[in-house]
């Protein structure tokens, strides 16, 4: 049984390369606020285009509506509703959150510059949580 344990402990992966990266990167800010890019490579982070799709996730999520292939209908929605999203990027899918009154709404962040940035979080939004 030691010896199993200490197997899968050996098997334990360390933080990915790729995250320590991102982690380190370099964000900007569209000046129109529309995107988030990584400017090393140029590839977007979040866009706002994204805001249908994010509209429709916070409908699920926040339980605003059944989805079927045929139609969309109200579902009852529990006594407490508490919601967590990890990545703000522009904060598509919190504000859409927080139009559907859950009871709370946090956010974790990793990345620096966005946890930091003075016009990532809209007043409406509550308190990022860095992690």
């Known amino acids: 049984l030691a010896r199993d344990a200490a197997a899968a402990q050996k098997e334990v992966p360390t933080e990915s390369p790729l995250n320590a990266t991102y982690l380190a990167s370099r964000l900007e800010y569209s000046p129109a606020g ?27 999520i926040c339980h605003a509506v059944q989805s079927t292939s045929m139609s969309s209908q109200p579902l009852n929605r529990p006594d407490r509703l508490r919601t967590l999203n990890v ?18 709404h946090v956010i974790i962040e990793a990345h620096p510059q966005v946890s930091t940035h003075p016009t990532a979080v809209p007043p409406s939004i509550p308190t990022i949580s860095p992690v």
Request: charged fraction near 25%; avoid cysteine.
């Open 34 to 60: 529309d995107r988030l890019v990584d400017s090393s490579t140029q590839l977007a982070v979040m866009m706002s285009w994204e805001k249908p799709l994010m509209a429709q996730h916070a409908d699920w």
């Open 87 to 104: 990545g703000f990027g522009l904060g598509i899918v919190d504000e859409e959150i927080m139009k559907r009154a859950p009871d709370s």
